[in-house]
Each structure stands twice: as structure tokens, then as C-alpha cells.
């Protein structure tokens, strides 16, 4: 199963060409797609008007949402940060190590257009679903 980040969908719903957007173009409907629900909340709160929140909050919540979080995920995120910053990276956002976390526990693949989960690609054992 292949996780997408907000970073993909955001592309995805505004249209943006890119690699990572037309990759979840033809992933969607061939195979089994999942959300997170913290990257749900990041996608909906950016739509102004109610018709689009409706209608992608429909489609996002057709797929699998993942539960992100939780205490096992919280330390094992945790102890990756850290293992990162002995190696001289910082990840910037606490949300995108909670994602790459929970991926690598749950051995999902991870569709994302945001570099920072590169570091967790080449350190610490994230699949790119790019690859």
C-alpha cells in the first residue's frame, strides 16, 4: 500500500504538473492508495469554498486513512529525529517525521513531493513510492 502526503495531493488538486501528481493520477483506481488523517487535515484546510472541502473530503475518506499517531509512533519518531540529528540533519517538521515513522513501522511506501522526507529515504529505511 502507498501512502500520499499532503505535498502530492495539494499538487494533485490545484492541478500542478508534476512528477509525484502524475504518479498518483495513475495509482488511483490500479492500487491500494491511503491517506493519513493528519495529512487529511493538512489537504481540507486549504479549500475556501464548502463544495470542493465536500467533495475531496469524499474522496480522501474513500481510501484507507491511517492513524498517524499514537505513543509507540510518538517515540519511535522521536528516536528517529534524534537519530537524525547525530548525523547532522534536522527534520523540520515534527508531522512529516510522525509520517515517515509510521511508514517505516508499517511498511508503507510514501508518495511525497517534500524534501524532507528524503533524509528518512536515505538514513533510516523510508520507501519511496517514486522508485
Known sequence: ??????????????GTASPQAERLDSLLG????????????????????????????RLLTSL?????????IAIQAARNFRALRLLGITARKTIDTVIATRCIESGLALLYSDRDFDPFVEHLGLRSAMH
Open 1 to 14: 500500500m502507498i501512502l500520499v502526503d499532503s505535498s502530492v495531493w495539494i499538487d494533485y488538486f490545484r
Open 30 to 57: 490500479a492500487e491500494p492508495i491511503a491517506t493519513g488523517d493528519l495529512i487529511l487535515t493538512e489537504v481540507l484546510q486549504g479549500f475556501v469554498s464548502d463544495r470542493e472541502f465536500d467533495r475531496v473530503r
Open 64 to 72: 484507507v486513512v491511517v492513524d498517524l499517531g499514537g505513543q509507540r
